[in-house]
């Protein structure tokens, strides 16, 4: 969707980007064109200096203030090995918490976030030239939407102070690191933010128009929005009010990995860092280890403790929602996902009739999106709405 309007005789385009601030992945929507990578951030300012940076094609770095960062896939990449943990651990560690959003750190990869999907989204070859982002950028109005976590709503206000300004940094790619510089001027940008389950639902609930449908079939409901660090937990009446709002870290994808790296550490690698599990249990590592003489399968581990987890949530909202009164359950989120076939394997057992629904449905006519864009879109479809 591509939007114009002339202004003062020159013909000025307004452009939708809207961004999911997850703790594992930022999930940008760019008009109508969607972008996930890894929301890690670490600052190797040093590390280039010494040249000790990768070479790879998947490299993304944001210069900005005279510091230069390192964000994105290649991170988990470079976890992938043991030997690198020490130089990220830290920083990661203290990256990734509900504190994260007031954070010169946070800022700085939200500029990185939308800055790479601003180039991701000019690489498209369909595009005319005057149809670009970065090449168009003095004829553009930003409209520009944030989606955080329910309980960190407080830190909008000093989000938005921080992006209402004009923004000058540098993005360098891929193994040669080509720069990409940025002048990007956010000071009479249109802004809306809200929170992720509830543009989770609304992306469930509405069509692409953004008109309530299925109210009667869906609502009253309950909403789980399982992610790496959170999960939120939501009861919404037919009137659409939020009757029951909680927020737990206890069934999040990080609590998982932590239960899972303290086993193998049992099992005789003591040197195993949960930072280790995604690439051992859900990426692309073999899926086991060795201590001394015997081997440790990481994966059945894994699977076998977000079953346990699992079973720990499904007594969780057993307390918190009214199940015997809601008609849906919806589902979204990289670690709802994963939960999905298990919750609805005990809803139909125990609560029949109760519709589990994971938020994948098409988007603008297109195939099913991926659940993990629920959220974007459904802030994107609230953001389209409210300014265009």
Same mark, same amino acid.
């Given at each position: 969707?591509?939007?114009?309007?002339?202004?003062?005789?020159?013909?000025?385009?307004?452009?939708?980007?809207?961004? $999911?601030?997850?703790?594992?992945?930022?999930?940008?929507?760019?008009?109508?064109?969607?972008?996930?990578?890894?929301?890690?951030?670490?600052?190797?300012?040093?590390?280039?200096?010494?040249?000790?940076?990768?070479?790879?094609?998947?490299?993304?770095?944001?210069?900005? !203030?005279?510091?230069?960062?390192?964000?994105?896939?290649?991170?988990?990449?470079?976890?992938? %090995?043991?030997?690198?943990?020490?130089?990220?651990?830290?920083?990661?560690?203290?990256?990734?918490?509900?504190? *994260?959003?007031?954070?010169?750190?946070?800022?700085?990869?939200?500029?990185?976030?939308?800055?790479?999907?601003?180039?991701?989204?000019?690489?498209?070859?369909?595009?005319?030239?005057?149809?670009?982002?970065?090449?168009?950028? @003095?004829?553009?109005?930003?409209?520009?939407?944030?989606?955080?976590?329910?309980?960190?709503?407080?830190?909008? @206000?000093?989000?938005?102070?921080?992006?209402?300004?004009?923004?000058?940094?540098?993005?360098?790619?891929?193994?040669?690191?080509?720069?990409?510089?940025?002048?990007?001027?956010?000071?009479?940008?249109?802004?809306?933010?809200?929170?992720?389950?509830?543009?989770?639902?609304?992306?469930?609930?509405?069509?692409?128009?953004?008109?309530?449908?299925?109210?009667?079939?869906? %609502?009253?409901?309950?909403?789980?929005?399982?992610?790496?660090?959170?999960?939120?937990?939501?009861?919404?009446?037919? !009137?659409?009010?939020?009757?029951?709002?909680?927020?737990?870290?206890?069934?999040?994808?990080? !609590?998982?990995?932590?239960?899972?790296?303290?086993?193998?550490?049992?099992?005789?690698? #003591?040197?195993?860092?949960?930072?280790?599990?995604?690439?051992?249990?859900?990426?692309?590592? *073999?899926?086991?280890?060795?201590?001394?003489?015997?081997?440790? $399968?990481?994966?059945?581990?894994?699977?076998?403790?977000?079953?346990?987890?699992?079973?720990?949530?499904?007594?969780?909202?057993?307390?918190?929602?009214?199940?015997?009164?809601?008609?849906?359950?919806?589902?979204?989120?990289?670690?709802?996902?994963?939960?999905?076939?298990?919750?609805?394997?005990?809803?139909?057992?125990?609560?029949?009739?109760?519709?589990?629904?994971?938020?994948?449905?098409?988007? *603008?006519?297109?195939?099913?999106?991926?659940?993990?864009?629920?959220?974007?879109?459904?802030?994107?479809? #609230?953001?389209?709405?409210?300014?265009?």
């Amino acid at each position: 969707m591509i939007e114009y309007k002339e202004l003062k005789g020159v013909i000025m385009r307004k452009v939708f980007i809207s961004v $999911d601030c997850g703790f594992d992945k930022f999930k940008v929507a760019v008009d109508d064109r969607c972008i996930s990578f890894s929301s890690k951030m670490v600052d190797a300012t040093d590390m280039l200096a010494s040249n000790n940076a990768g070479v790879a094609s998947s490299n993304m770095y944001i210069e900005y !203030n005279g510091r230069t960062y390192e964000f994105g896939d290649s991170i988990d990449e470079a976890l992938s %090995l043991k030997n690198n943990l020490s130089k990220y651990k830290e920083f990661l560690d203290t990256f990734r918490n509900l504190s *994260r959003f007031h954070t010169d750190a946070f800022h700085i990869s939200l500029l990185a976030a939308i800055g790479y999907a601003i180039i991701a989204y000019d690489r498209n070859e369909e595009l005319k030239k005057s149809e670009k982002i970065a090449t168009n950028l @003095d004829n553009i109005e930003f409209a520009i939407g944030i989606a955080l976590p329910h309980e960190s709503l407080n830190e909008w @206000d000093n989000l938005k102070g921080f992006l209402k300004q004009q923004h000058n940094f540098n993005l360098l790619l891929g193994s040669l690191l080509v720069k990409f510089p940025f002048a990007l001027d956010f000071s009479k940008a249109e802004f809306l933010c809200n929170s992720q389950v509830i543009s989770a639902f609304l992306y469930e609930a509405t069509n692409d128009d953004n008109v309530l449908v299925d109210k009667h079939s869906l %609502l009253p409901c309950a909403i789980i929005d399982a992610g790496y660090k959170t999960l939120g937990c939501f009861e919404i009446a037919g !009137n659409l009010a939020i009757n029951a709002a909680q927020s737990n870290t206890d069934f999040a994808m990080l !609590n998982v990995d932590m239960i899972v790296a303290e086993r193998v550490r049992q099992q005789g690698r #003591q040197d195993f860092n949960y930072l280790q599990v995604q690439h051992h249990a859900r990426g692309n590592g *073999r899926g086991f280890i060795r201590s001394s003489d015997k081997e440790i $399968d990481v994966k059945s581990i894994y699977k076998e403790v977000l079953r346990e987890v699992c079973d720990g949530l499904l007594s969780y909202i057993e307390h918190i929602f009214s199940l015997d009164d809601i008609f849906s359950l919806i589902i979204t989120g990289g670690t709802g996902v994963a939960y999905a076939d298990q919750i609805t394997e005990y809803m139909e057992k125990y609560h029949r009739g109760l519709k589990v629904i994971i938020t994948k449905k098409p988007y *603008r006519g297109g195939p099913e999106i991926d659940p993990m864009y629920a959220i974007v879109l459904g802030l994107h479809k #609230q953001l389209q709405e409210k300014y265009r």
